[in-house]
């Protein structure tokens, strides 16, 4: 069993910052991507960034520039630095990635449970 939890969320005013962390554990052969999604009340969940095993980085266009992701192989983690936050950044923060589990081996897509960011004035 693959499991991925994150840390970090909180309570912040806009302009502030807040960092993300996720780290997985478990029967683990290999991690590829690995990403994070958010999901604001009322509205669907949608991609933030994502991050490759090669550590190529992509991101939505309503955050590029104030956030950045990046991960540590070796710690199987990944972390999302959000920068210059906005209200409408408000969202439960959920944490991706595209496993290998095993042996035996068997392809996994893994969420983490979830963390709330609050930006507020």
């Known amino acids: 069993q693959v499991q991925l939890v994150e840390s970090g969320g909180g309570l912040v005013q806009p302009g502030g910052s807040l960092r993300l962390s996720c780290a997985a554990s478990g029967s683990i052969f290999s991690i590829n991507d690995m990403g994070w999604y958010r999901q604001a009340p009322g509205k669907p969940r949608e991609l933030v960034a994502v991050?490759?095993?090669?550590?190529?980085?992509n991101y939505a266009d309503s955050v590029k520039g104030r956030f950045t992701i990046s991960r540590d192989n070796a710690k199987k983690a990944v972390y999302l630095q959000m920068n210059s936050l906005k209200p409408e950044d408000t969202a439960v923060y959920y944490c991706?990635?595209?496993?290998?589990?095993?042996?035996?081996?068997?392809?996994?897509?893994?969420w983490g449970q979830g963390t709330l960011v609050s930006v507020f004035s």
């Open positions: 991050i490759t095993g090669g550590g190529s980085a």
């Open positions: 991706n990635a595209a496993v290998v589990g095993g042996p035996p081996f068997r392809y996994l897509e893994v």
